[in-house]
């Protein structure tokens, strides 16, 4: 059973565009959302992180969106970049971080 | 910096056989997790180490999984009696006390033939 849900799969911007990913989850145990991101070859790396009390958390061109109530959270790339080509997942974690549930990825391209 | 490492990077092996995989965490990092990820799949938790004390382990590590962490620094895990649908990439990640940031390993890919 999959403890979050990631959409979409794959996602194409153009350069300068607004890429949005979408995430969501049922375990209102959950108190911690992290956004990570992948290379080809790589591990992925801790891009943005957010906790349900506030709603927005903004980094750079990187904003995560929260919504307790409904159970979702987004990230937001703004003004992407090709750079910013990679596969991103969301996850989550109970307070104690013994465990992190990963959303299934959704891959970026960003075309220039 | 020293990140965190794994050894093998890849590993071949044939069904049947046993293999076991290294990681080194970032020093001084007392978490230490093991994850295992599939093509087009996110990471799935395997196990956590605080220290030497294996406290969480998935339902996904079965009977033929084990892992260890010997005095608390680099772990190793074993798979006995691999299966084709062993065949995966196997992540360490270690954080601190402060347990938000993982810090990600580049992954051993697994394949068994």
């Known amino acids: 059973q999959q403890q979050v849900k990631q959409s979409p799969q794959s996602l194409i911007v153009q350069k300068g565009g607004i890429s949005i990913i979408n995430c969501a989850y049922e375990n209102t145990a959950f108190d911690y959302f992290p956004w990570y991101q992948q290379f080809p070859g790589k591990g992925p790396a801790l891009l943005i992180a957010i906790r349900p009390d506030v709603s927005e958390k903004k980094e750079g061109r990187f904003t995560i969106s929260f919504n307790k109530s409904a159970k979702q959270f987004s990230l937001h790339i703004m003004d992407s970049q090709p750079g910013d080509s990679a596969t991103y997942f969301c996850a989550a974690s109970r307070n104690t971080g013994n465990q992190f549930y990963f959303g299934t990825g959704t891959s970026l391209t960003v075309i220039p | 910096d020293t990140g965190v490492s794994q050894d093998p990077r890849h590993k071949i092996t044939k069904r049947g056989q046993n293999v076991t995989f290294r990681c080194d965490p970032i020093?001084?990092?007392?978490?230490l997790y093991w994850y295992r990820q599939t093509l087009g799949q996110g990471p799935e938790f395997l196990t956590y180490f605080q220290n030497e004390a294996q406290l969480e382990k998935s339902r996904l590590l079965s009977d033929r999984f084990s892992a260890e962490r010997p005095k608390g620094s680099f772990s190793t895990l074993e798979i006995q009696r691999t299966e084709q649908g062993d065949s995966a990439m196997y992540l360490c990640?270690?954080?601190?006390?402060?347990?938000?940031?993982?810090?990600f390993g580049p992954g051993t890919r697994l394949l068994v033939l």
């Open positions: 020093s001084e990092h007392n978490r």
């Open positions: 990640a270690s954080s601190s006390r402060g347990w938000e940031t993982q810090y």
